[in-house]
């Protein structure tokens, strides 16, 4: 903010609102600061989990980066450095979550904050849609999440540590579209699951919530974009009131402010972050 005034006064009013603004970012900055914080991020190969990861490794936390995708993964924490450690593991796979986060905490010690990001979109239409892969995407999509924060929760109360977990749904949770019915069904279940975690877990001090994005540049959505997908690409975005896609990283800052204290009252809610996409027709 600029103080073009000629009157004293009003330059003195300018130079207090200008305090004020730096004294506001000062407390927003001190609440996203996450030095004291082990967080565990699923899904942190590439994409929206990447960002997650980056953005938590800039304010400071200690990670623990999971995906299945070894190489993704392991370049993700190689770029953060020390702070990250790198696991593989095949969330689908609901035997081996368990060990996992127990790994998880043997080496980066107690959890405080855990992300849900790992999720499949296959593009099927529903007559189409075989039951080996109607099941993958939802023990990926739904039945992980739900075994990730019941083995991170047990241990956050057995060791009383308070903490937050953010679930990543998405805007096909509640609007859909051709190809994509089991997609879109395990992010409305995750939605919910959000809620009944929320309640149950309340008590102990452990806040849940979710953070449902759009349409998001990722690499994987951009390449699609650029090839077989660009007719659909095209129409999603003339249907966005922001007129682009999102990026990975304005995905990660909302979910940086739900795991931090500046959402310290909120629990169960789901954030909708997809330019508008969801409001109706954006224009005739």
């Known amino acids: 903010m600029q103080c073009i005034l000629v009157d004293e006064g009003a330059k003195f009013q300018c130079r207090l609102t200008r305090l004020f603004e730096v004294l506001l970012y000062s407390v927003a900055m001190s609440e996203l600061d996450f030095s004291n914080d082990t967080v565990l991020v699923s899904g942190a190969a590439a994409g929206i989990g990447r960002a ?3 953005r938590l490794a800039d304010a400071g936390a200690q990670l623990v980066l999971v995906d299945f995708d070894a190489d993704g993964v392991r370049q993700t924490a190689d770029t953060i450095g020390s702070s990250a450690t790198a696991l593989v593991g095949d969330l689908a796979d609901g035997e081996a979550i368990d060990a996992l986060v127990g790994q998880a905490w043997d080496k980066a010690g107690p959890i405080t904050g855990l992300v849900n990001c790992a999720g499949i979109f296959p593009n099927t239409p529903m007559l189409d849609v075989d039951v080996d892969e109607w099941t993958r995407v939802l023990d990926t999509n ?4 739900f075994l990730m924060t019941q083995s991170v929760a047990k241990r956050m109360i057995e060791a009383d540590v308070k903490g937050s977990v ?13 190809g994509v019915p089991h997609y879109g069904a395990s992010k409305a279940g995750v939605q919910q699951l959000t809620r009944n975690m929320a309640i149950e877990l309340a008590p102990h001090g452990i806040r849940v919530n979710a953070v449902a994005p ?3 540049a990722t ?3 951009m390449a699609k974009a650029a090839g077989a997908g660009k007719v659909e690409h095209e129409a999603k975005t003339a ?17 940086l402010v739900m795991l931090s204290p500046l959402a310290s009252y909120c629990t169960g809610s789901v954030l909708l972050a997809d330019g508008g996409f969801t409001l109706g027709i954006p224009r005739y």
């Open 166 to 178: 953010v679930n990543i749904s998405s805007s096909a949770a509640t609007l859909a579209r051709p």
């Open 239 to 255: 249907r966005i009131p922001l007129g682009r896609e999102g990026q990975p990283d304005e995905i990660a800052g909302l979910v």
């Open 52 to 54: 997650i990861g980056n």
């Open 219 to 221: 690499e994987r959505v």
């Open 142 to 145: 739904l039945r992980a999440p």
């Open 214 to 216: 759009g349409l998001i």
